[in-house]
């Protein structure tokens, strides 16, 4: 693995994870200029002041103009109209990427507003992030010993790809590569139900005449669970719409096992109880967190 360098990193999304990805390369001195774009203004000057980004730039375009890296760090619903305002600028050896947490949909938007650019594009998804959103929570460790998914294109040249798997492993991450299906198939099952149930889980608690009551009741237990229930709104609207289909086949494997659940005490089975949880502890018990361990898929199994 070569530790790649580039002149200058075109930051499209000041927050966390866009924030996290500049202060890597900038404390691994593999980045000499970085221009910002957010929506807001205020986010903006805000990265500048907290030395994530060097220019505070008003237009995608302004900050993509004359990169030779850019990341694309926006909620998947604005991911095409990202594309669309970079693709007339965009320098035709450029690394683009992004960190959307689905891909499909963003490969399609790609498709649809890039053009010849298209090439340019390596979609990645690090698995990484925190409970809390904003630039003022970025942190140049935030992707050591977490793994990065790249989802390359057809049109991905080999080259390309390797820069792309030489940035995220520089600054830390353990690249894998997988099919953009079963990326999406993959991350329905163990990132968007998990985090959909934990939605469900608090409103379901909180709709309750006596919710706040049983709230101020919590202990670690309710406190382990529901923390990804804080997570950002918008972020997660997008994440969900975007790969619904493949939520709501989780949905159901859901349903069926939840069913199991309510047959057992419905019926005062306490033995197909027992075995319903001991089934889930055994196999929970067996995992541990795979940040080295190889990923690479080309089904959707």
């Known amino acids: 693995m070569t530790s790649p360098s580039f002149e200058r990193l075109a930051l499209i999304g000041c927050g966390l994870m866009g924030g996290s990805f500049a202060l890597a390369l900038r404390q691994a001195g593999l980045v000499h200029t970085i221009a910002g774009f957010s929506a807001s203004d205020a986010t903006r000057q805000r990265a500048v002041q907290l030395q994530v980004i060097d220019q505070a730039c008003t237009s995608v375009a302004q900050a993509v103009q004359g990169a030779d890296l850019v990341l694309l760090a926006v909620p998947v619903g604005a991911m095409q109209a990202s594309f669309e305002a970079m693709r007339d600028v965009l320098a035709p050896n450029a690394l683009l990427m992004d960190v959307g947490s ?3 949909d963003v490969i ?5 507003s890039l053009g010849e650019r298209l090439a340019c594009f390596v979609p990645a998804h690090p698995i990484a992030g925190k409970e809390v959103a904003g630039i003022e929570h970025a942190e140049a460790g935030l992707y050591q010993n977490r793994r990065t998914v790249l989802t390359p294109l057809p049109k991905t040249g080999i080259a390309r790809l390797q820069a792309a798997h030489d940035v995220w492993a520089a600054i830390g991450s353990h690249v894998s590569t997988m099919t953009p299906e079963a990326h999406d198939a993959t991350f329905a099952a163990v990132s968007h139900l998990p985090h959909m149930l934990a939605f469900a889980a608090v409103n379901a608690l909180a709709s309750q005449p006596q919710g706040s009551a049983f709230l101020d009741m919590a202990g670690p237990g309710f406190r382990d669970f529901s923390r ?21 086949r989780q949905v159901a494997h859901f349903r069926a096992a939840l069913g199991q659940f309510e047959t057992a005490l419905t019926s005062g089975d306490t033995h197909a109880l027992q075995h319903l949880i001991q089934q889930a502890s055994d196999v929970r018990a067996g995992w541990q967190l795979q940040a080295h361990t190889s990923c690479n898929s080309t089904s959707d199994d």
């Open 102 to 104: 689905t891909k499909c």
């Open 108 to 112: 399609a938007a790609a498709r649809a």
């Open 228 to 248: 990804i229930a804080a997570s950002d709104a918008a972020v997660w609207r997008d994440i969900l719409s975007a790969n619904s289909a493949e939520v709501l």
